[in-house]
């Protein structure tokens, strides 16, 4: 195989599965990780890919990019899912519990649904209707709704929000910068996710490990305000250890 072929394939593994490994694709492609190692560089300086400790991601999006619920859906599946069960297992029964919009919630909002006796507040429309058929009450913010999140924002939602009270927040983040803090593209939603915060007893960031190094357009929160986190064992080195030195308490799936 030409060596601009087999890039140009890694660039198509890259986009479909969200990440791959450098140990991955040498198997798959039967040549060396030395070689595999310089591909990715070339592919990095050509902006077409993003290097990540031991392999690579897609590459790095404007700040301002938006993508959708369903195109963020095809992204790391596997991984929003163990983050999913790990967040259902710090829940209790007859707890009063946030979810943000977006992917990774909404598979928290799956695995609620084994639950008897819960609150859910949201602003996401689907997670309400997913979880419509449970025994789970269910409050919806109201607001404005927001087409590529299905997410409700705008005042309603925030006042909504503020004369509530809560356990626990699972707060889906688009960017997390450990000095920019917690970010998401849309200034709207950021402020709604800053009420959800005010109101919960514990703010727990949910969030696979793509998105670290990251800042979208709006700062919800610096990292020092969330109590935990939760993300998948791809996360940086470097991130990791300023976290745990940080104080935050980390669970990686």
């Known amino acids: 195989m030409l060596n601009e072929e087999r890039r140009r394939l890694i ?11 450098v140990g991955g694709l040498a198997k798959h492609f039967h040549t060396s990780q030395v070689t595999i190692r310089k591909d990715l560089d070339i592919l990095q300086a050509q902006g077409q890919i993003h290097r990540s400790h031991g392999g690579a991601l897609p590459a790095q999006t ?5 993508p959708t619920l369903r195109e963020k859906e095809k992204l790391y599946r ?3 899912l163990q983050i999913a069960a790990a967040a259902a297992h710090m829940v209790k029964e007859g707890q009063v519990v946030i979810l943000d919009s977006g992917t ?3 598979a928290i909002a799956r695995a609620l649904r084994e639950f008897e006796s819960l609150t859910v507040i949201t602003n996401a429309v689907n997670i309400a209707a997913e979880l419509s058929g449970s025994s789970l009450e269910v409050i919806l913010t109201g607001g404005s709704l927001r087409k590529n999140s299905f997410s409700l924002v705008g005042p309603i939602a925030e006042e909504t929000l503020r004369r509530l009270n809560a356990d626990i927040l699972f707060l889906g983040v688009d960017g997390f910068d450990l000095h920019y803090g917690l970010s998401t593209p849309n200034l709207l939603e950021s ?3 800053r009420a959800m915060m005010d109101v919960a007893r514990i703010t727990v960031a949910v969030c696979d490990s793509s998105k670290f190094g990251r800042r979208s357009l709006s ?3 610096p990292v020092s305000e969330i109590q935990h986190l939760i993300s998948d064992r791809a996360i940086p080195k470097h991130y990791l250890a300023a976290l745990k030195k940080a104080g935050l308490q980390i669970t990686l799936v």
């Open 104 to 106: 990774t919630t909404t």
């Open 219 to 221: 700062s919800i929160a």
């Open 11 to 21: 660039v198509e593994m890259v986009k479909h599965e969200g990440r791959v490994l």
């Open 78 to 80: 596997k991984e929003k």
């Open 62 to 66: 404007s700040v301002l990019e938006d």
């Open 191 to 193: 402020k709604v996710n």
